[in-house]
Nanobody, 124 residues
Framework: VQLQASGGGLVQVGDSLRLSCTAY????????GGWFRQAPGKEQEFVAG????????SYADSVKGRFTISRDNAKNTVYLQMNNLKPEDTALYSC??????????????????WGRGTQVTVSS
């Protein structure tokens, strides 16, 4: 399965963005979806995950209450709605797909397929 992420951009503190991750070559409902991010000079970190059905979700503590992961399996797409953005959210955001048995896992090792990232920059 091939993944394509989009929706990043340059925004101001407090603004919102919605990232999209669309799967090609396979139906996304066979997989859980996840978003990870990497800021310059830092390790890649888990942001949010969603199981194949969309019922189960998980979030990093740093984004709980501000970010929402969702999916539309009819469109083969997983979304990340990001509200109240902060400068520390600035990073390259990548989406990934994990076998359905892993649910909404936060473990990077469970994700087998990765898309190219989309840059999110939050200016103060």
């Amino acid at each position: 399965v091939q993944l394509q992420a989009s929706g990043g951009g340059l925004v101001q503190v407090g603004d919102s963005l919605r990232l999209s991750c669309t799967a090609y070559g396979s139906t996304f409902d066979n997989y859980g979806g996840g978003w990870f991010r990497q800021a310059p000079g830092k390790e890649q970190e888990f942001v949010a995950g969603i199981d194949w059905s969309g019922v189960g979700t998980s979030y990093a503590d740093s984004v709980k209450g501000r970010f929402t992961i969702s999916r539309d399996n009819a469109k083969n797409t997983v979304y990340l709605q990001m509200n109240n953005l902060k400068p520390e959210d600035t990073a390259l955001y990548s989406c990934a797909a994990a076998a359905s048995r892993w649910g909404s896992t936060s473990a990077r090792r469970h994700y087998s397929y990765w898309g190219r990232g989309t840059q999110v920059t939050v200016s103060s």
